[in-house]
């Protein structure tokens, strides 16, 4: 894990770099620039898996991602009105959602002006590809907004919206060997699944329990995994109270039927099943899913 840790640092150094040339400096202030690096993890323990030593190329490419990540929280917390990110108040509570987009959109060009500057075609692809799924995904959850939507939706909104720079982090070994390796992206795409399921639950905790604004998905007829499951008890009480904004009624009903209780132990089953499968990856599982 040491190593793992000089690696980020690399990382945060390129991103701070990038971000301070390019921003005001009170934007660059006051920006939450970096969290767990989950994505940057796993990518390391993907290149360590092939024994693919990581260069300077990689180290950019590890900042393109976060940076990509970074520019969809500010876009994130514009779309759901949040006031708190990473312990820190949002760019659109401290500037405006003005600023706050216009920001995200320039980090996002900073992400591709390292990429660009790796001048590699199959890495260009890929974090296109990527984006481009991330950003459908977007749009699929915001036209459902306040909708009954099937677990089928829900998995096909989250395998884009997070799953998917999981995966691409995890397939970077094997797109700078100029061959993508699809199992290595899905490892990526179902610990991304997983880590929105465990994100989707953690929305019902305090906002000082997670460092971000929590309780917002339903307040914003975002149907999370909680909710899915809450359908399946009943559904036509949990709709009723979701298009009456009756929150404190659906929070009581959540608590009555111990619906997070129950969405914790199918994550639990979840990740048990997932680390199973691929032990070498344990201790990065066991760090990121901790489930109280």
């Known amino acids: 894990m040491d190593n793992i ?25 006051s920006l939450p620039k970096y969290g767990k690096m989950l994505r940057t993890q796993l990518g390391i323990l993907m290149f360590d898996k092939y024994s693919f030593k990581i260069n300077k190329q990689h180290i950019h490419t590890f900042a393109a991602i976060e940076l990509i990540h970074l520019a969809s929280l500010l876009h994130d917390d514009v779309i759901d009105g949040a006031k708190i990110r990473r312990n820190k108040k949002t760019i659109n509570t401290i500037f405006s959602t003005e600023t706050a987009i216009t920001v995200g959109d320039i980090i996002l060009i900073i992400a591709f002006q390292l990429i660009e500057s790796l001048n590699l075609n199959i890495l260009r692809e890929y974090f296109l590809y990527s984006l481009k799924n991330m950003a459908k995904a977007e749009l699929i959850e915001q036209l459902n907004k306040n909708k009954i939507i099937s677990k089928k939706i829900y998995f096909e909104i989250i395998k884009g919206k997070t799953g998917a720079l999981f995966g691409l982090s995890a397939s970077l070994p094997s797109i ?17 699944i997983l880590y929105q399921i465990f994100d989707d639950i953690n929305d019902f905790k305090k906002t000082e329990n997670t460092g971000k604004s ?79």
Do not use: H
């Open 5 to 29: 840790m000089n690696y980020q640092l690399e990382v945060i150094k390129i991103m701070k770099k990038s971000l301070k040339n390019n921003l005001p400096k009170p934007i660059f202030e």
């Open 214 to 292: 929590t309780f917002l998905d339903i307040k914003n007829g975002i149907i999370s995994f909680p909710i899915i499951l809450a359908f399946e008890k009943d559904l036509n009480n949990v709709k009723f109270l979701i298009e009456n904004k009756e929150w404190e009624k659906l929070l009581i009903f959540l608590e009555e039927n111990d619906i997070i209780n129950y969405s914790k132990k199918i994550l639990f089953k979840k990740i048990q099943s997932f680390k199973k499968q691929y032990n070498w990856l344990s201790e990065y599982i066991d760090n990121t899913f901790k489930i109280n």
């Open 176 to 192: 700078f060997k100029r061959s993508f390796n699809k199992k290595d992206y899905k490892i990526g795409e179902t610990l991304g």
